[in-house]
Structures are given as structure tokens and as C-alpha cells.
């Protein structure tokens, strides 16, 4: 399995000028050859951005993108990792639990993250895979 990360299907949904075709590539590519998944936090952070009533999930799984919930030592690692990065100096207006979330879920039930945010899910969630979408220079 797969996870994507929120902005990810931000760039898919809303057209983003600069990231969406990378990353509707890179998702397609990922589709062709695994499961590709999301968690709670991602369906919750993209669901309220959506400017419809629409469900996520149906159009997420119109497209071969299912719901994978997080499991408990998941939720406790992310909770761990949240914790470290207060410890370091992190605020809360820099980075969100979902943030914390999204690692955790990627690094202990999935294969890999596809993501724009390597340098963060690297410090905190090591050994995780990241899958970052090939943005034309420009």
C-alpha cells in the first residue's frame, strides 16, 4: 500500500497550476503497480477544503483510492513524534497533529508516502519511503 499525503490531492483537486500534473502522474503511476490509500487525517483536512458538498471518498475511490484506518500504535507513534518536535523548539502554527498522523500511518502500515514534504516525514519518520512527484523545473 500507498498513502498520500493532504497537499497531494490538493494539487489533484483544485488544478494547482504549478504541482497537479506531477502529482496526478505520480498517483497514477503508484495506482498501476499498488494499493494506494489514505487516513483519517488526510480525508478530514481535504474534505474541508472541498467547495462541495460532495463526498471524498467517492470521488477518491472512483479513482482506485481507498480509506485504510490508522491503527492504535500508529496513533501512539504519531502522538511520540509529535512530542519530540515540541521538544525541539516546533510550534503548533508550523506543524499539526494530521502532519503527525499522516507519517505514522505511512510508516507503519504502508509502503511508502507519496508527498511534497520530504525533509519533514525524513526527520521525523525514518526509513519511511517518500514517493515526491517530479515538478517540471520553471
Known amino acids: 500500500m500507498i498513502a498520500v499525503d493532504t497537499p497531494i490531492l490538493f494539487d489533484i483537486l483544485i488544478g494547482d497550476a504549478r504541482h497537479a500534473e506531477a502529482s496526478e502522474t505520480c498517483v497514477g503511476e503508484a495506482l498501476a503497480r499498488d494499493e494506494v490509500v489514505v487516513c483519517a487525517a488526510v480525508v478530514a483536512e481535504v474534505q474541508a477544503m472541498l467547495d462541495t458538498s460532495e ?4 470521488i477518491l475511490s472512483s479513482v482506485g483510492i481507498r480509506f485504510e484506518p490508522m491503527t492504535e500504535s500508529a496513533a501512539m ?3 511520540h513524534m ?3 518536535y515540541r521538544s525541539r523548539g516546533g510550534k503548533r502554527s508550523e506543524r499539526v497533529s494530521a502532519d503527525f498522523l499522516v507519517g505514522a500511518h ?3 502500515q504502508c509502503n511508502g ?3 511534497r514534504d520530504p525533509g519533514f516525514y525524513r526527520d521525523y519518520f525514518k526509513g519511511l519511503k517518500l514517493i515526491v512527484p517530479a515538478v517540471p523545473a520553471g
Open 113 to 115: 508516502l507519496i508527498t
Open 106 to 108: 505511512a510508516l507503519m
Open 82 to 84: 509529535n512530542k519530540r
Open 55 to 58: 463526498d471524498l471518498m467517492d
Open 77 to 79: 507513534r504519531a502522538g
